[in-house]
Each structure stands twice: as structure tokens, then as C-alpha cells.
């Protein structure tokens, strides 16, 4: 008797080990997704929700993906060190708003390059492991993407030539933006995404650059009236991952996401905001708004005119011994090839 209580006990004990695999593999990890930008916005509803709904399918649920939207962990200049800090385990960032930090990618800000963001994000994307990839040493870079060109668009003056530009007050995000939009003969004013309407609405600034997308995002399409179609530039963004959980996954788990990443989430994300362009266009038409789509003849003027900012940008990578010159030769190759 005493033998066959030993038996079961024994018994009961094996099978609760081989059990202890399974129920560890069934065991969902959490991957913490942290986003500066609302959940009415096209970047949310259009990437970050289906990528996250795709790479939990994908795992069979063994990955659930939590996005933390409107800046919940932090404000968006930060989110390159909410990430390798740990504080989240994945995030997007933009370059432009940690001037100097990761100079090489910063040639995607120049002006007048891109055509669309598909397009534009697989040229850019083309050259990460022989650009940019050591100047995100330590953190791992899941995409890179560019958003479709950027326009000019006003509240009470339509633009048609350069001339046009001189004196108005206009919203530019980053460094770059703000040298061109002086090289332009504007003023620019230093104002938060969120706050253009109000800025607007009180006459702070007398428009703004922005890609058609953000008029329907950020609902401007009935603070601006007058709309110049310029393709002026553009602004690289990453989606980054915490290292360490990265390297901490199983190599089933890591390959889903590798799956979802590179090359084909640089083009899954450029389509999704030239779609979302539509958008925005469609909310300007709906305004009864007017575009003026400036013509060829005339942009080259712009281009001439912004040839300073491309030079003293080439200059300044020089200087610190980065190749400069030859990555925007390669990049303008790569987007012959990408985005005609």
C-alpha cells in the first residue's frame, strides 16, 4: 500500500512537470508600445493598431502588443530614452526633434526629395545597414519610415510664388524646417502639432507646413483656407525596440517580429499615410478650400533658393568626418529607384 501511495505521488509529480513547459509557452508576453500621438490620429488607427493585432496573431497570442497613446510615458522628444530606458519596450521616434543626436538620418529632412511615403520610406530604409545603422548602436531599430511631402497651407493668403512667403509667420517643427522657412523669406514660430489650430485661430502664426494627412488629423481644414502644393519636405520617424526584451524573446518570437519589420514595415507605414493624404485632402475639398499646386518652373526658384540649407547641411557632416556628401548622392540614387 505504502509503495503504491509512492506511485501516485511520483506520478502526479511527472505529469506536473511535463505540463510546466506548455504552460509557460502559453504564457502571453506583454510588450509595452509607447506613442505620442492620439488614437484619433492615422498613425494609431492605421499602423500601430493593425501592426500590433498582427504581430499577436502571428504568436498565436504568445505576444500582445499594449500601445500607451497621447504621450501617457512621456512627451515625444523623450521617447528615444523611454525606450532603451526601459520605460517601454517599443516606440516610434522623429529624429528632427533631437537635433544633432542622430545626424545621418537627418539627410531625409532635406528639402525637395520625396514623392510619397511608400516610395520614400523603402529609399531611406535601403540604406540603414550602410548609413545609419551605427548611429542607433544599442538600440534596435525595427523600420524607418517618411511621411508623404509636406505642403504649404494659410489662413488668409494664398501662396503661389516665393515672393508670396515674405514676412509670413509660419509654424516650422524642427531646426530644419525653421532654416528653411527663413531661407524662404518667412518667419517661423516654434509651436507644438497640437496647438496649430489654437495658434491659428489667434493669429499667432499665419500657417503652417504640414503633409495633407495632419489637416485631417488635427482637424485644420477650418482654420486654413489656402493651400500650396509644394512637396517642401519630409520628416524621418523610426519604430524602435528596448534591446534587451528584444534579445530576452524566444528566436520563434523574434523572427514574427523581424517578419514585421525592415523592408516591409517601412512599406506598410509609407502606404498607410499616403493613404491617409486622401484624408486630408478630401477634408480641404469638403472646407471648399483652395489648392494651387506650384508649378514646375516655379519650385525649381524654391529649389535654388534652398540650395544654401542643402550645402551648409553637407558642410556640417563633413566637419565632424561623416560622409555627407555621398549619402545624399546615394540617397538621391535610391529614390530613382524607389520613388520616381
Known amino acids: 500500500m505504502r509503495h503504491r501511495g509512492v506511485a501516485v505521488v511520483l506520478t502526479l509529480a511527472l505529469a506536473g512537470l511535463s505540463f510546466a513547459p506548455a504552460a509557460a509557452q502559453d504564457k ?11 488614437i484619433a490620429h492615422g498613425h494609431h488607427t492605421g499602423v500601430m493598431v493593425p501592426w500590433a493585432k498582427m504581430i499577436e496573431e502571428k504568436s498565436s497570442g504568445r505576444l500582445k502588443v499594449t500601445i500607451y497613446p497621447g504621450s501617457t510615458l512621456g512627451k515625444a522628444a523623450d521617447h528615444v530614452d523611454i525606450v532603451t530606458g526601459g520605460i517601454a519596450d517599443m516606440g516610434f521616434a522623429s529624429p528632427g526633434m533631437t537635433p544633432g543626436r542622430f545626424p545621418l538620418i537627418s539627410v531625409a529632412e532635406l528639402p525637395l526629395l520625396f514623392k510619397s511615403g511608400k516610395g520614400g520610406s523603402l529609399a531611406v530604409w535601403s540604406l540603414f545597414d550602410k548609413y545609419f545603422k551605427t548611429e542607433f548602436a544599442g538600440m534596435k531599430v525595427l523600420w524607418i519610415w517618411v511621411h508623404p511631402p509636406g505642403h504649404f497651407h494659410l489662413a488668409k493668403k494664398q501662396v503661389k510664388v516665393l515672393e508670396d512667403l515674405s514676412g509670413l509667420k509660419i509654424r516650422a517643427a524642427t531646426p530644419m524646417l525653421t532654416n528653411m522657412v527663413k531661407t524662404l523669406g518667412a518667419v517661423p514660430v516654434s509651436i ?3 496647438d496649430t489650430y489654437t495658434a491659428l485661430e489667434r493669429g499667432t502664426v499665419d500657417g503652417t507646413i504640414f503633409p495633407w494627412e495632419a489637416i485631417w488629423s488635427f482637424k ?3 482654420v486654413l483656407k489656402y493651400h500650396a502644393a509644394v512637396s517642401l519636405y519630409a520628416s524621418p520617424l523610426f519604430t524602435l ?7 530576452s524573446l524566444p528566436p520563434d518570437l523574434r523572427k514574427i517580429i523581424d517578419d514585421l519589420s525592415g523592408a516591409w514595415g517601412a512599406e506598410f507605414t509609407g502606404g498607410v499615410w ?9 477634408a480641404v475639398k469638403k472646407a471648399g478650400s483652395t489648392i494651387y499646386t506650384v508649378p514646375q ?3 525649381q526658384r524654391w529649389a535654388a533658393k534652398l540650395k544654401p540649407v542643402e550645402e551648409e547641411w553637407v558642410k556640417s557632416l ?10 545624399l548622392h546615394d540617397l538621391r540614387e535610391a529614390i530613382k529607384k524607389y520613388d520616381p
Open 28 to 38: 502571453s508576453i506583454e510588450l509595452k508600445f509607447s506613442s505620442w500621438v492620439g
Open 192 to 194: 507644438p502639432a497640437p
Open 220 to 222: 485644420l481644414a477650418e
Open 241 to 247: 525596440m528596448n534591446q534587451k526584451k528584444y534579445d
Open 274 to 282: 499616403d493613404k491617409n493624404e486622401l484624408e486630408g485632402i478630401a
Open 297 to 299: 518652373e516655379e519650385r
Open 318 to 327: 563633413e566637419a565632424k568626418k561623416l560622409p555627407g556628401k555621398q549619402l
